[in-house]
């Protein structure tokens, strides 16, 4: 701490003993009544407001983490029921369940309004092509903290807003339970529990494929597809692929690569 910001408080700390209850309460008021005094250096005054706007940021801080830290304690498991009817351009057809972003906020509303937590996304372009990207800012106060997350838009339909429609209302969701870390969890009674997110060599090496595949002059990759065949929905990231499906889509990438390597 600076000499001058000592002085200051110290003669703050005076003035507290003589003015008892007559001293203003705010920071503002405070700094005005010691600019009144006839021995009070003007050239310190911006080292005094300096110091009351770091411990008012500090003090925000501490809600904020307090705030966001009691919601986690209370919030529930969301549970997933609705269903969804994902149609490929192949004609296939599969099903998923998911938690609605709508009836995550009927779940979590009532807490985030307990403890003052307000959120708000924003959809700034992305520097990626056929990418969304999405900015959720939590807001407790006068503290507020922003969180990013890409997705790749799903590719394949004719109709484009629908695409980024679906695009957004799957980012919503996953970007704020992720961040406020909500259990989802599912029903479905034939869900192995035994199965795991893939391991990040898993994903690189999934990655990687389809890399190899894209990059054949010529070639016709159909993602969706592929990840009906592997039986995941076309919003799923490659790091969700379950432990179950690995060797289905490691095979099934590798069959497809060395059969687009015999026809060059």
Same mark, same amino acid.
């Given at each position: 701490?600076?000499? %001058?910001?000592?002085?200051?408080?110290? $003669?703050?700390?005076?003035?507290?003993?003589?003015?008892?209850?007559?001293?203003?309460?705010?920071?503002?008021?405070?700094?005005?009544?010691?600019? #009144?005094?006839?021995?009070?250096?003007?050239?310190?005054?911006? *080292?005094?407001?300096?110091?009351?706007?770091?411990?008012?940021?500090?003090?925000?801080?501490?809600?904020?983490?307090?705030? &966001?830290?009691?919601?986690?304690?209370?919030?529930?498991?969301? *549970?997933?029921?609705?269903?969804?009817?994902?149609? +490929?351009?192949?004609?296939?057809?599969? +099903?998923?369940?998911?938690?609605?972003?709508?009836?995550?906020?009927?779940?979590?509303k009532q807490i985030l309004n307990k403890y003052r937590i307000s959120i708000r996304f924003s959809?700034?372009?992305?520097?990626?092509?056929?990418?969304?990207?999405?900015?959720? *800012?939590?807001?407790?106060?006068?503290?507020?903290?922003?969180?990013?997350?890409?997705?790749?838009?799903?590719?394949? *339909?004719?109709?484009?807003?629908?695409?980024?429609?679906?695009? $957004?209302?799957?980012?919503?969701?996953?970007?704020?339970?992720?961040?406020?870390?909500?259990?989802?969890? %599912?029903?479905?009674?034939?869900?192995?529990?035994?199965?795991?997110?893939?391991?990040?060599?898993?994903?690189?090496?999934?990655?990687?494929?389809?890399?190899? &595949?894209?990059?054949?002059?010529?070639?016709?990759?159909?993602?969706? #597809?592929?990840?009906?065949? &592997? %039986?995941?929905?076309?919003?799923?990231?490659?790091?969700?692929?379950?432990?179950?499906?690995?060797?289905?889509?490691?095979?099934?990438?590798?069959? #497809?690569?060395? #059969?687009?390597?015999?026809?060059?």
């Amino acid at each position: 701490m600076v000499d %001058g910001q000592t002085d200051l408080i110290k $003669r703050e700390a005076d003035l507290q003993v003589s003015g008892g209850s007559n001293l203003p309460a705010s920071p503002i008021e405070q700094v005005v009544e010691l600019a #009144k005094d006839p021995n009070f250096d003007p050239a310190k005054f911006e *080292t005094m407001v300096k110091f009351f706007r770091e411990e008012r940021q500090r003090d925000a801080k501490i809600r904020y983490n307090e705030a &966001i830290a009691s919601f986690q304690d209370e919030c529930p498991p969301v *549970t997933k029921h609705e269903i969804a009817k994902i149609r +490929t351009k192949t004609g296939g057809e599969f +099903t998923y369940k998911f938690a609605s972003y709508d009836d995550i906020m009927k779940i979590i509303k009532q807490i985030l309004n307990k403890y003052r937590i307000s959120i708000r996304f924003s959809f700034p372009p992305s520097s990626k092509p056929n990418m969304i990207r999405s900015v959720l *800012t939590l807001s407790v106060g006068a503290h507020s903290e922003d969180s990013e997350m890409e997705m790749e838009i799903p590719k394949g *339909t004719m109709n484009v807003a629908a695409d980024m429609g679906s695009a $957004r209302t799957y980012i919503m969701r996953y970007h704020l339970t992720g961040t406020l870390n909500i259990v989802v969890q %599912g029903e479905d009674k034939d869900a192995n529990v035994n199965n795991k997110p893939i391991s990040e060599n898993d994903v690189n090496t999934i990655s990687a494929l389809i890399g190899d &595949i894209e990059d054949i002059p010529g070639a016709k990759f159909d993602e969706l #597809k592929w990840r009906e065949y &592997i %039986g995941i929905n076309e919003f799923t990231p490659i790091n969700e692929i379950t432990t179950d499906k690995l060797n289905k889509a490691v095979s099934s990438l590798k069959v #497809k690569l060395a #059969k687009l390597q015999e026809e060059q």
